[in-house]
């Protein structure tokens, strides 16, 4: 068993990066670079060690970390991981040392955009390590407060001015995030009588096992939760803010928003809203999967209609976050096995997605479909990696996409069969627009405008050879993510029982 403090290092690593990046010259570009490399690299290397060291057998929460802090309000800082946050730890630093990566070639202020970049990476690693619930909010907020700086100070103009996409992203987000401080409070004061009360979140999954929290208080605290994370995951109709925002946001951080942030907003409805708050959730299910749906049919069809690559894969995220939502909202097993890890699989193929679009417009300054083709006879590197993503976002079995949607689907038909009939027809619309994207975009007849266009080389295969390995190691091997998932889930199989005893079980 580990003996040192494994997850405080995995988060200070890229906090020192910063440290050491706020003491250098704004000159120093390639040490800027290469400092901010390092420091992710090492925490990679950390939290594939900790993930080799999971015991997969016992389960639980391990690797945890306890010291007192706010002792009067209940506050510790407590770190751990599980099942379902490690899968998430490891695409975080996975997706976080790639976007380092893409971003390599920022020229304008590249101090501060790293800087920026690595408190967006702390701020996600802090989330899915937290056990407390004091902690959690506080690295939730961290992920948000740099984004609003970072699309407009290096975010570009194409639809939208990127200030327009930058305040209405922060908007919705802040917005989700009083709802969610509002449900956090209204479990705080309930959970526990004065004097007893505490943001550890194990003592809070507690509470209505002990009976003290009402089924009146779990159905409006989980509610708020429900509109504060479901802001964040772009749950129908709080999705706008997502396909602006990634289209003017540089392509690192779209990278990290698409690909990790908006998964934040699954696991919280997991780690605080059904381990938590099981009779509230048990109450809403059926409308999130209802949700559920719109997300992914209607998201699906706008992406159909988009010329834009951004807007074809931001629109096809919120599409996907359907699928989740509907694991999520069936309440077995199964389904929730295979919502968790599609977080990680959609993760990983959007962010390569996004980094392959950042290359082609810095190649061929545009993103526009109608004025691209043939560009495999140029770039055949960056066609392997539009190829990987777009094989993985349709469910090709050999890559990660394929078992958690499959599992996804038979949790969830148990429960909503029509819904989820419905939502395996989403996948005719994917296949729709991602065959299309990647036909005009790639193949057809050498275009000799784009022969100037240099391949992905260098420092820019690293993206590509990262999240493109995931893909497929996880696709072939599906057991080294679906047993990790699984052994995190035990805990709550219990609870999901009781669930489905109350009343007969669920609509």
């Not at 929460?61 to 309000?73: N, R």
């Not at 004061?189 to 209505?208: C, D, I, K, V, W």
């Not at 509907?326 to 959609?346: E, Q, T, Y």
Request: charged share 10%; proline share 4%; hydrophobic share 55%.
């Amino acid at each position: 068993m580990v003996s040192f403090p494994l997850l405080t290092l995995i988060l200070l690593t890229p906090v020192w990066g910063i440290l050491v990046l706020l003491c250098m010259p704004r000159e120093a570009d390639r040490m800027i670079k290469m400092v901010s490399a390092a420091s992710m690299t090492v925490a990679f290397g950390l939290t594939v060690y900790a993930y080799w060291a999971y015991d997969v057998v016992q389960g639980g929460m391990q690797f945890q970390e306890t010291v007192p802090w706010i002792a009067e309000l209940g506050v510790t800082y407590a770190l751990g991981i599980d099942g379902i946050s490690l899968p998430l730890l490891l695409l975080t630093v996975l997706v976080g040392l790639s976007t380092v990566f893409v971003s390599w070639n920022e020229k304008e202020r590249p101090k501060e955009f790293f800087i920026q970049l690595l408190l967006l990476i702390v701020g996600a690693i802090g989330v899915f390590i937290s056990r407390d619930l004091f902690i959690f909010l506080l690295f939730y907020e961290l992920g948000i407060v740099p984004t609003y700086i970072m699309v407009v100070v290096w975010g570009s103009v194409k639809r939208v001015s990127k200030e327009h996409a930058a305040m209405k992203m922060t908007i919705y987000l802040l917005l989700g995030s009083a709802f969610m401080l509002a449900g956090v409070l209204a479990l705080y004061l309930n959970a526990y009588p004065e004097g007893l009360r505490t943001f550890s979140m194990e003592a809070l999954a507690q509470a209505h096992v002990l009976g003290n929290l009402s089924e009146n208080v779990q159905i409006v605290a989980f509610f708020l939760l429900l509109l504060g994370f479901g802001s964040t995951l772009a749950m129908w109709p709080f999705y706008s803010w997502a396909p602006d925002g990634y289209a003017a946001a540089p392509s690192g951080v779209s990278m990290l928003h698409a690909g990790v942030l908006k998964k934040v907003g699954g696991y919280g409805l997991i780690r605080l809203g059904l381990l938590t708050l099981p009779l509230g959730v048990k109450f809403w299910a059926p409308v999130i999967a209802l949700v559920a749906i719109i997300n992914i049919l209607y998201a699906a069809m706008v992406a159909l209609a988009e010329k834009d690559l951004k807007y074809i894969i931001g629109y096809s995220s919120i599409s996907h976050m359907g699928y989740i939502l509907i694991g999520f909202a069936a309440l077995n097993v199964i389904s929730i096995d295979g919502a968790v890890a599609n977080m990680f699989a959609h993760g990983v193929m959007c962010a390569l997605f996004f980094a392959m679009i950042g290359l082609v417009q810095e190649r061929t300054n545009t993103r526009l479909v109608s004025e691209l083709g043939g560009l495999a006879h140029q770039m055949p590197r960056v066609a392997v990696g539009f190829m990987l993503a777009g094989m993985s976002s349709l469910g090709l079995p050999g890559l990660a996409g394929f078992i958690p949607e499959f599992t996804i689907f038979v949790g969830a038909f148990k429960e909503y069969p029509v819904s989820t009939f419905l939502a395996v027809s989403g996948i005719v619309f994917t296949a729709l627009y991602i065959l299309r994207l990647l036909a005009n975009v790639l193949f057809g007849p050498r275009r000799a405008e784009f022969d100037g266009c240099k391949d992905a080389s260098g420092v820019e295969l690293v993206s590509l050879v990262l999240l493109g390995a995931a893909l497929v190691i996880f696709g072939i091997f599906p057991q080294m993510l679906m047993g990790v998932v699984n052994s995190g889930m035990e805990p709550a199989a219990a609870l999901l029982l009781k669930l489905h005893a109350l009343q007969g079980g669920l609509l």
